[in-house]
């Protein structure tokens, strides 16, 4: 199994810029993808972003394109998420996920019932 520990959320001014970490221990060398997702209060849990483990395809949603990066350090375990010119609507809990399972199409890239194990969440929260 995999553990995931999410950090980095806390409050931001509109405008502001915050960086999450996931760290992963336990059995990491069959991970074969992480993902970000977000959920904010009253609303499903939606895709944010999602990195290969190897060869480091990347993919986004669509609306957060520009603003949001993610990038990995594979010797640390460690899936990062820059969130820069960060708006309200941006306030959510935040989840990383991974997955062992090979994803043979990018579409499962953002498909939350393809990933095997959670973090706990980080909080942002973007202030106006």
């Known amino acids: 199994q995999v553990q995931l520990v999410e950090s980095g959320g806390g409050l931001v001014q509109a405008g502001g810029s915050l960086r999450l970490a996931c760290a992963a221990s336990g059995r990491t060398f069959s991970m074969t993808a992480m993902g970000w997702f977000r959920q904010a209060p009253g609303k499903d849990r939606e895709f944010v972003a999602a990195i290969k483990w190897t060869g480091g395809s990347i993919y986004y949603t669509d609306s957060l394109k520009g603003r949001f990066t993610i990038s990995r350090d594979n010797a640390k375990n460690t899936v990062y998420l820059q969130m820069n010119s960060l708006k309200p609507e941006d306030s959510a809990v935040y989840y990383c996920?991974?997955?062992?399972?090979?994803?043979?199409?990018?579409?499962?890239?953002?498909?939350?019932?393809?990933?095997?194990?959670w973090g706990q969440g980080t909080q942002v929260t973007v202030s106006s």
């Open positions: 996920a991974t997955t062992y399972s090979t994803f043979y199409s990018s579409s499962y890239y953002y498909n939350q019932a393809r990933y095997d194990y």
